[in-house]
């Protein structure tokens, strides 16, 4: 297994593990207090249990190499884990409005509360912990599966911190009935986080464009550029986990050998995984005609048909939009 897909199989474990063992502790909290608010916080770890165990599936299948069946590879299930994780979440707060209303109705019985505030208010520091950790090491490793379940457990850590709060108004106040109005709370801020969870796996699974990364392509390619790019277009990228697809169209001189544009393409392609580790770029080669001459930088052409008279930016709408001269493409 390659150290980046080793570090996020770690990092998805160590989830599991923390998870486990704060699951038990708010399970605790519950028994001992019967406290709806209290179980709110229990049931989002449970949830947390399972989601990282599609996590860490995820990225066992994600690191399997391209087959017959998956010639780009099995990282989009990463998305997919995503989603599940965030489905999961919108059932967990389902269930708590329904104990949270059913306690309303009935009345709720608590006791022991100061010692379950004091369980999950630890349970609550722990998650915060986990969480951040999580969504370092999921950036650090472009795993949007571990970002997911990192933001869920800083979302948990948030909840126990949010019934911390109402177990101590309820213990100054004595006002029982607060205990299933948290809970419900607790249970709308859930169903957000699950909604744009799902949002975001739907986006990856569909290869919605990052404008951040579209934003990072372009400033690289400029960074890069060599005089003899006459023009760039129809830029097209898409990502599966930690690995980016990049294609676009290059126009060069017309002379240029079969040899030449390879070396230019291996220099991209060399380029860019200085940036993305994980990248495969392809790049279909144009050449160029007279009615580009006017925008050419190319100093010591001999072949020019006029001087260059002027120039254009290599902004991201020129990156991903049509060439500058649309009779020198060839499509």
Not at 33 to 49: G, N, R
Not at 59 to 65: F, G, H, Q, R, V
Not at 130 to 142: I, S
Request: net charge negative.
């Amino acid at each position: 297994m390659p150290d980046q897909s080793k570090e996020k199989f770690n990092a998805a474990l160590f989830s599991l593990y923390a998870g486990i063992v704060i699951f038990i502790g708010k399970i605790s909290a519950f028994l001992l207090t019967d406290s709806s608010a209290i179980f709110s916080d229990a049931a989002e770890s449970v949830i947390h249990i399972l989601a990282t165990l599609m996590v860490v599936y995820s990225i066992y299948l994600s690191n399997k190499p391209p087959d017959k069946s998956h010639f780009y590879g099995h990282g989009n299930i990463e998305y997919f884990s995503a989603g599940v994780e965030g489905f999961l979440i919108i059932v967990a707060a389902c269930s708590i409005i329904y104990f949270a209303i059913a306690d309303l109705i009935l009345g709720p019985q608590t006791q022991n509360l100061d010692i379950g505030t004091i369980i999950i208010a630890i349970a609550g520091a722990a998650n915060l912990f986990v969480g951040m950790y999580l969504v370092r090491k999921g950036k650090q490793t472009n795993s949007l599966a571990i970002i997911a379940d990192g933001k869920h457990i800083l979302t948990d850590s948030f909840t126990s911190l949010g019934v911390v709060f109402g177990l101590i108004l309820i213990l100054i106040t004595g006002y029982k009935i607060l205990d299933p109005i948290i809970a419900l709370i607790v249970a709308l801020n859930i169903i957000v986080t699950g909604v744009k969870l799902i949002r975001r796996s739907i986006g990856g699974l569909m290869n919605e464009t990052d404008e951040e990364q579209l934003k990072k392509l372009t400033n690289i390619i400029n960074d890069i550029r060599n005089p003899e790019w006459l023009d760039i277009h129809h830029l097209r990228f898409w990502t599966s986990a930690d690995r980016m697809f990049v294609d676009f169209h290059l126009t060069l001189p017309f002379y240029y050998t079969i040899k030449q544009s390879h070396e230019e393409e291996e220099y991209i392609s060399n380029s860019l995984k200085e940036y993305f580790s994980h990248s495969e770029v392809r790049v279909h080669m144009d050449f160029c005609a007279e009615t580009l001459c006017r925008y050419c930088n190319i100093k010591d052409c001999s072949v020019r048909y006029e001087e260059k008279t002027e120039a254009f930016e290599w902004s991201v709408d020129k990156l991903i939009g049509e060439p500058k001269n649309r009779e020198t493409h060839i499509t």
